[in-house]
């Protein structure tokens, strides 16, 4: 099945900080999903991408549709102590007409 | 992550009980994937539901564990005769097959089995 690939497995950055983070799959998507979970919270939606080569903001965050369709990219700008979570990339599989499949997600620790 | 209810939070049930987890998908949805997340590990999809009919299983285990959406009311996950392996966090999500509304996540189910 397919497999998405997260990286780093997690980060130690100081306040105001950017951020990089990336995942590849092993197959071509057709979409990438970026979701946030918060300690005992569920995952929610930050960016959705649906073009090859589209770059969308929302806010301090910035996601990429990588033009090769395995791999996408998420930056956060001037971290702030309230983006500290874990970041999960999702792609269409895994089940149902809009099922996904999840990374093992990227868990960010700000250090003030 | 608002709209999508899920009771309870949290869930203890001992080793052999039953555990029913409850899910009401947002207003407007007709669609309910149940997935569940393991301690440091990303959300594995269990089920794919519309009303009153179950879509894909495929991640689903075959015995204990089943799923239904009725016609009125809310999804539920049930898990016969618990065992410690089942505790994990259980998300439910909605979606409207929108191409522009992906899946929207409740807030989770917490089961622990001692």
Known sequence: GQQLNQS???????????????????????????????PGEG????????????????????????ITRKD????????????????????PGG??????T??????????? | NAGVMQNPRHLVRRRGQ???????PMKGHSHVYWYRQLPEEGLKFMVYLQKENIIDESGMPKERFSAEFP???PSILRIQQVVRGDSAAY????????????????????????
């Open chain 1, 43 to 66: 995952p929610v939606l930050l960016i959705a991408l649906y073009k090859a080569g589209e770059l969308t903001s929302n806010g301090r965050l910035t996601a990429q549709f990588g």
């Open chain 1, 72 to 91: 996408s990219f998420l930056n956060i700008s001037a971290s702030i102590p309230s983006d500290v979570g874990i970041y999960f990339c999702a792609g």
């Open chain 2, 91 to 114: 998300f439910c999500a909605s979606s409207s097959l929108d191409r522009d509304s992906p899946l929207h996540f409740g807030n989770g189910t917490r089961l622990t089995v001692t």
């Open chain 2, 71 to 73: 016609k009125e009311g």
């Open chain 1, 8 to 38: 780093p497995q997690s980060m130690f950055i100081q306040e105001g900080e950017d951020v990089s983070m990336n995942c590849t799959s092993s197959s071509i998507f057709n979409t990438w999903l970026w979701y946030k979970q918060d």
């Open chain 1, 102 to 112: 999840f990374g093992k997600g990227t868990h960010l620790i700000i250090q003030p």
């Open chain 2, 18 to 24: 039953e555990a029913r987890l409850r899910c009401s």
């Open chain 1, 95 to 100: 089940g149902g007409a809009d099922g996904l």
